[in-house]
């Protein structure tokens, strides 16, 4: 079995694995770029407009609280980390291909989270659904579902998790001494008390701590790029220069540079993964396509907002070139030389906002797809319990083989995800045209099943849908 994955996640088949991703997300990016007439650039203002909508009904979570629940994902340590494993072994070019794969990437959200919201299915008085419902009832290929929600869960609810705790505790013992069983049990105890209460206290947490971490982050990137003004623009010139510069072909920096900031892109925005839609189904919205812009500007949010931040704050310190530092390491000391030595407190805390926001928004996909699987709440109860275990393992634990293994699955998902979604891409262009066509007219948009000929298993689009809901309510 330790041969098998050596195998997988060897540096050789790793590189394959990676290649073969960047490929399909390019090819696939780039087609619903422009079957969607370029909906990114087209409705980006319509994306900041719905954000702020109200949701439709009594039920479910607002278009703004979904977009959280997915936010509290996405901006994690990949945001503060990621970024700077990008520019330390792909050069400030890496940061170039992270806009790239995000502008890209944000036709895909859109396509896959319109499909969440086509195919999701009501549960109490929230909704869920994502890449394992569409399987199932757009396709019929329930087994398949199945093998994406196992994948799921465990990339996100146990190995991610791990690693998000494991991130805490490494920046809570350098900077204030802590142990780190007391660090692990502390937030043991307060990601209990979260996923316990259910989708709505999930939703209450996060609506608070994204926002909140989010602002603070971004005035403190603001403040170093006000501070060095005048080097924006070499900034600028060097991102740009070094993802595409003569010198750097020849010399092949601009493979290393494509590579890292496509692959730590994916990772922090998580565009075309099939995780993002299991939050955009949970929306309560009167048209599908409504969410997918929400969830559309969310890989702008991440990438071309929170992640250029960071960016920005490394490449202006110039530690990178010393190759002496990485990781959340090169972050801190960079943030260092621009505000001092308080920075190394400042990035602890913004670590614990970013990575324990992620375990929350990561549970959730995994509790998602656990009821996919088994609705028993036994089979709830026990994924609880392990998302806890593994909190507290990732704590206490040197955790660097569980990144192998998390690219292993997150590839695994990406690819599963994105020859469903091109599959499916017809259903979530002719709802984008209904859309359009509605908003042309200065209507509200409102959809039904029944504006798209043979559109099949869409439970909460159906023209009784309404009236069904009312009879389960009795």
């Known amino acids: 079995m330790i041969n098998i994955l050596e195998w997988f996640v060897g540096p050789f088949n790793d590189f394959i694995w990676t290649y073969i991703l960047i490929g399909v997300l390019l090819v696939l990016g780039i087609y619903f770029t422009f079957r969607t007439q370029f909906v990114q650039i087209r409705l980006f203002g319509e994306m900041f407009r719905l954000i702020f909508e109200k949701r439709d009904d009594k039920d479910g979570v607002s278009p703004f609280q979904a977009f959280t629940i997915s936010a509290a994902s996405r901006v994690g340590t990949g945001n503060v980390t990621g970024v700077a494993l990008a520019i330390g072994v792909g050069g400030p070019g890496a940061v170039f291909w992270m806009w790239v794969i995000a502008v890209i990437g944000m036709a895909t959200a859109f396509i896959e989270s319109t499909l969440a919201q086509v195919y999701k299915v009501r549960d109490g008085d929230t909704f869920r659904g994502g890449p394992a419902y569409y399987m199932q009832k757009a396709l019929g290929y329930r087994k398949l579902g199945t093998v994406f929600a196992i994948l799921l869960t465990l990339c996100f609810g146990f190995i991610f998790n791990a690693v998000q ?250 690819i599963i995800n994105l020859v469903v979604i091109a599959l499916l891409s017809n259903i979530a262009f002719k709802v984008l045209k209904d859309f359009t066509a509605q908003r042309k007219l200065g209507l509200n948009p409102t959809f039904k099943a029944s504006s798209i000929e043979g559109l099949k298993n869409t439970d909460c689009w159906e023209d009784d849908a309404e009236h069904d809901y009312a009879e389960e309510a009795k």
Not at 170 to 191: A, E, P, R
Not at 317 to 343: F, K, N, R
Not at 373 to 401: D, P, Q
């Open 165 to 414: 705790s494991n991130t805490i505790s490494q920046s809570f013992m350098s900077v204030f001494g802590l142990q780190d069983w007391f660090i692990g049990l502390v937030l043991v105890f307060f990601t209990a008390i979260i996923i316990f209460g259910g989708v709505k206290r999930i939703v209450k947490v996060t609506e608070l701590i994204v926002p909140i971490m989010a602002t603070f982050y971004i005035i403190m990137a603001l403040y170093v790029v006000v501070t060095n003004l005048p080097q924006i623009p070499t900034v600028f010139s060097l991102i740009i220069g070094e993802a595409l510069g003569f010198r750097e072909i020849v010399g092949g920096g601009i493979g290393a540079a494509l590579m890292e900031g496509i692959r730590r892109g994916l990772f922090s925005n998580e565009a075309g993964m099939g995780s993002v839609p299991n939050a955009a189904a949970t929306a309560s919205i009167s048209h599908p396509a409504k969410q997918g812009l929400v969830q559309s500007l969310g890989v702008f949010f991440d990438t071309i907002i929170v992640c250029s931040a960071t960016a920005f704050i490394i490449i202006l310190a110039g530690l990178y070139t010393t190759g002496e530092q990485d990781g959340i390491i090169l972050t801190q000391a960079s943030l260092a030389v621009h505000v001092g030595p308080w920075a190394t407190y400042f990035v602890a805390i913004a670590i614990l906002f970013f990575a324990f926001s992620s375990i929350i928004g990561n549970y959730y996909y995994g509790e998602t797809n656990i009821e996919f699987i088994n609705a028993h709440k036994s089979w709830l109860t026990t994924y609880r319990v392990l998302v806890l275990v593994m909190v507290m393992f990732g704590a206490m634990a040197t955790v660097e083989i569980v990144w192998s293994m998390a690219d292993l699955f997150m590839g695994l998902m990406a």
